[in-house]
């Protein structure tokens, strides 16, 4: 098992189950309301925590009572945050989320104000044992100047990328990690199919610029996509559990499994089908401590 460390965000997530997605300027009520810690980075290391590798959070949190919550959560699941920068004062990033029981989706409003973690905090971390990095795809400017450090200092170290949303200037990052995880949002912001024309072209397009990268991008419902090395394309079916309850962090998940697999070495076709596997499990139950439940 692996020494992993997420650099990205967590937050807190109040999350209102709703029978139904309400129309515009509606009242209705929730069914139920859950509040947990979230945030992409987060998520995907309490799930690799899960699978058993050692996780270690790289971002920052701030000192009042919903910044513990998030850390006793991180706790319960043994991530370890303290390589955090702790800011006093101020508030804890939030995302409203609101839950369609009716199909699993979910919405999100998010709200954020604190400073992001930045190359100063990052070139803190002894990265001697670390067997894997990841990265949210956000904070482009220090980000890549974490990634430029990485590849100058520890150039044999795997790392891998997650895109879940266009921003500014975001595609220079590619070019420094070896794992690019796309989310389907984003891809089809590239392109017009949300079929399987709209992936294929996708990830031959990006493989082209990038041939020493393997490719993924999460398809939803209809499963995963994926570009090896050598420009073989691979499709992972989805694993639909018996209901789908809570599509919430599937990608996350989804991305945890890909990572898992490729640590150890499988290949770009075992990662994600492992990935459709897992974040299909992850539909079927509400929030991410359901491993143990399996
Ligand atoms: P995100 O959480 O970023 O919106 P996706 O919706 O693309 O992520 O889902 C990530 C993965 O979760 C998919 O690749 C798929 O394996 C699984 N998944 C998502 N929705 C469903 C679903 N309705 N049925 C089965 N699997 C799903």
Redesign the pocket.
């Known amino acids: 098992m692996a020494h992993i460390v997420g650099v990205g965000i967590a937050t807190l997530d109040i999350i209102n189950s709703v029978a139904d997605y309400p129309a515009e300027d509606a009242e209705i009520r929730a069914l139920s309301q859950r509040i947990c810690r979230g945030g992409n980075a987060t998520n995907t290391l309490v799930v690799l925590s899960q699978l058993g590798h050692h996780c270690q959070w790289a971002g920052v949190l701030s000192d009042e009572p919903d910044g513990q919550r998030i850390l006793d959560d991180l706790k319960q699941y043994q991530v370890d945050a303290t390589l955090c920068r702790v800011i006093e004062g101020g508030k804890v990033a939030t995302s409203y989320i609101t839950l369609n029981q009716k199909n699993?989706s979910?919405t999100i409003i998010h709200h954020r104000d604190l400073p992001e973690f930045n190359f100063d905090d990052f070139t803190q971390i002894d990265l001697s044992s670390c067997g894997w990095l990841h990265f949210e795809g956000r904070n482009v400017s220090e980000t890549e100047k974490m990634l430029a450090h990485v590849v100058a200092n520890s150039p044999d170290l795997p790392c891998s990328l997650e895109i879940?949303k266009v921003r500014p200037g975001i595609k220079v990052l590619f070019k420094y990690v070896g794992t690019l995880l796309f989310?389907?949002?984003y891809v089809l912001e590239h392109e017009d199919s949300d079929g399987i024309e709209g992936a294929i072209n996708f990830l031959q397009a990006l493989h082209r610029k990038f041939p020493d990268k393997q490719i993924i991008c999460?398809?939803?419902?209809?499963?995963?996509y994926g570009i090896d090395h050598y420009g073989v394309i691979y499709h992972?079916p989805?694993?639909?559990?018996f209901k789908?309850i809570d599509?919430?962090?599937?990608?996350?998940?989804?991305n945890a499994a890909v990572i898992d697999r490729l640590i150890s070495g499988h290949s770009t076709e075992d990662a994600i089908k492992s990935?459709?596997r897992l974040?299909?499990q992850?539909?079927g139950h509400v929030g991410l401590g359901f491993i143990s439940q399996l």
């Not at 919430?248 to 989804?254: I, K, P, R, V, Y």
């Open positions: 699993g979910r879940e989310s389907k949002n999460a398809w939803g419902g209809d499963g995963a992972a989805p694993s639909p559990p789908v599509t919430l962090a599937a990608g996350d998940t989804f990935g459709c974040a299909g992850k539909c």
